[in-house]
């Protein structure tokens, strides 16, 4: 019997799915489901698409519904999102959601100097204090300049009832018009030291120990921007979890342009909150529609 491409293809998805879909379903019990999803372009913007340009023209549908199938079968508990338009696009995705049968009682806009791609967070626990950041500054040559997207704090409990907070963030994308800084490499490292000086002032200094960033850090594990996370002089901050998909693959970033594949999304766990992560690591949603909605994968993690 000679079985086609296509038919593979669909028999594969509906096996990922499913295998998807069991670990939402089965994850340990008492457990609490983060994740990261960067949604590409989730707003209105000049694009082309079916072989067309089109100005001021939103996320295809098609798109819209392939970046639902991946949250749905992921299902997490905590959704921190990157590339959204505002609260009528977030509002827009929670509401399609639950029309889905995916509800999030809860979401949270971060406004910081980006309006147009927006830090969020869906959630279904409620958050029991919400922190925007949207004024963090850093010097940058002459000057000084904001961190483009700011960064989102929201305090929950684990499910013992241990206090724990997710910090949200997207960092500077590579583009950039200065001759100086090519690829925004020291922009994008001083946007990280700021976000990280917030984060160190609002928990360690605090007594707080139990807490994960959770983003687009656009930049490779080894880079300067990455590290800025993990230690400042002796002092332990976080490390990036290991995660990977089905086949074992790590990279979260398809550069379709020069077909290059990136890990640029993840989730860094402060060393106490390392031993609730079930398993030791997070995962890579890899169904295979996972690129029809974004450029990037969602990267998830569970919490015994």
Known sequence: MVISRTLLVALFSLLLGGLLQGAAENRPEASLRVATYNLRNYLVMDRYFDGQWRPAYPKPESEKAAVR?????VAPDILILQEIGG???LEELRSDLAADGLHYAHSVLMEGPDTERQVAMLSKQAPEAISPHPELDFKYFDGRELVKRGLLEVRFSLPDGTPFVVFGLHLKSRFSDRADDPQSEL?????????RNRIIEQTLERGVVHFLVAGDFNDHPNSSTMRRFEQRG?????????ARDSRGELWTYFYAKEARYELVDGLFASPALHGFIVGGQGAIADLPEALEGSDHRMVFLDLK
């Open 234 to 242: 002796d002092l332990a901050i976080s490390t990036l979890v290991e």
């Open 87 to 89: 609260a009528a696009f």
């Open 187 to 195: 922009r994008r490292t001083r946007e990280a030291e700021a976000c």
């Open 69 to 73: 199938r991946v949250i749905t079968a």
